[in-house]
Every structure is written in C-alpha cells, then in structure tokens.
C-alpha cells in the first residue's frame, strides 16, 4: 500500500466529519441535534472504512490493564480538570454561567453514547491507526490528539482535548481494540458530566447518584468485555 493512502485516507474521513457537521448546522438550530446527527453518520462511515482495513493487532487485557485503565481515567480527570478550571479563571475573570441544553436527554445521548463512538472511530479508529501504520507512533499520537484538539472550541477544552487525544490514542494502541478506548472515552466524560461542580467547572449537568451509577456500568464493561 502507498504512503500517501496513510494520509489521504484519515483526512478525507475527517473532511466527510467537517461536511456533515456544516450541513447540519446549515439545515438545524441546535447544536445538539446537529453533533448527534453528525456523530451517528460518522459510525456508519467508520464502519464502511473497518470492513476496508486491516485490523489492529490486539494484546491480551489482564485485569491488572483494566484496573490501570480505571484508576489512571480518574486521576487523569481530575488533573486535566483541575488545570481546565484554572485556566477558565484566568481567561475569564468575571465567571461563566452554566451551560443550559434545551434537550437534557439528547445531551445525555450524544455526550456518553454517540460522541464517544463516533469520535474513537475517527480519532483513534481511522487517524492513529492510519498514521501509525504508515508512519511512526510518535507522529500517529501527535496528529490524532491535535486534530482532537481543534475540533472542541472553548480554550479549556482544546487543552483537555490534547491530552484525552493522547490518553485514548494509548489505550488503543496497547489494547489494539476500540471499544476500550470508546469505555475511558465516556468514562472521562460521565466524570466531567457528574463532578465538575465540584472543582467548580460551569459544565456540570448531572448530580453524583448519576455519575457513580455510570461507572459503576462503565466498570463493570471494562472487566466484561
């Protein structure tokens, strides 16, 4: 396979992902529905590129890895929340209210089910896997977690977005499966969903009974699978 398929490829993905978002956005006023109709497209074109591909070679997942995965999720959380809420505080002295959604359990669809999915398909799924194989790990890492990056908007998300690109990048290449990176994926985003008032981030939507039900479910996959 040529080395420019490496590159062409995980772009023109990520272009389709770009054009449907803009066509959403154009025929729909919520940004919800758009990022829900836009992330429930990108899974059936994911699994169009799968069924084309070669696979990742897959290692085996002891429960030591699991545990790993779990706890490093958390303090990562926390660290990256810690550091997002400062830099909330610097570049916005006078506070930012909360966010309202205007259809709670869409949001709650597209935050732990379509986006997670739809955004390991094509970050970790066609990007890293594509660059990896064509060129370097390091390159694959770099790449993938700054496309993340630019694709969340706020400054605070751009640096937390950098550095999940990373964290999920590597439970992907080690485990060499998806559905482990698409698990720390939504579990770092139920995290953030449920705790965030506790560090004082103005995301936080749901209480703790709902955050700690969902891992408990989150948890429990990771062991499962």
């Known amino acids: 396979m040529r080395r420019w398929h490496f590159i062409v490829l995980p772009f023109s993905v990520f272009a389709v992902y770009v054009s449907l978002m803009f066509l959403f956005s154009a025929l729909i006023s919520d940004s919800v529905i758009v990022m829900l109709l836009t992330h429930l497209c990108m899974g059936v074109v994911y699994v169009i590129h799968s069924r084309l591909s070669e696979p990742m070679s897959q290692r085996r997942v002891t429960t030591a890895v699991r545990t790993v995965m779990i706890v490093g999720t958390i303090l990562f959380w926390f660290m990256t929340s810690v550091t997002a809420t400062f830099i909330v505080s610097v570049s916005n002295s006078s506070g930012t209210a909360s966010e309202t959604v205007a259809f709670p359990a869409l949001f709650v669809l597209l935050t732990l089910v379509a986006a997670p999915v739809s955004e390991e398909f094509l970050f970790r799924g066609v990007i890293f896997k594509n660059l990896k194989q064509g060129f370097s790990p390091v390159l694959a890492y770099l790449v993938s977690a700054i496309v993340f990056a630019i694709t969340h908007v706020m400054i605070q998300q751009v640096y937390v977005g950098f550095f999940c690109g990373l964290l999920f990048a590597c439970v992907y290449d080690y485990t060499g499966r998806i559905r482990y990176s698409i698990l720390v994926h939504v579990l770092y985003n139920c995290l953030t969903l449920g705790l ?26 990771l062991f499962v699978l």
Do not use: E, G, Y
């Open 196 to 221: 965030s008032d506790l560090i004082r981030l103005p995301v936080a939507v749901f209480s703790l009974p709902f955050v700690l039900l969902c891992s408990v479910f989150l948890v429990a996959a």
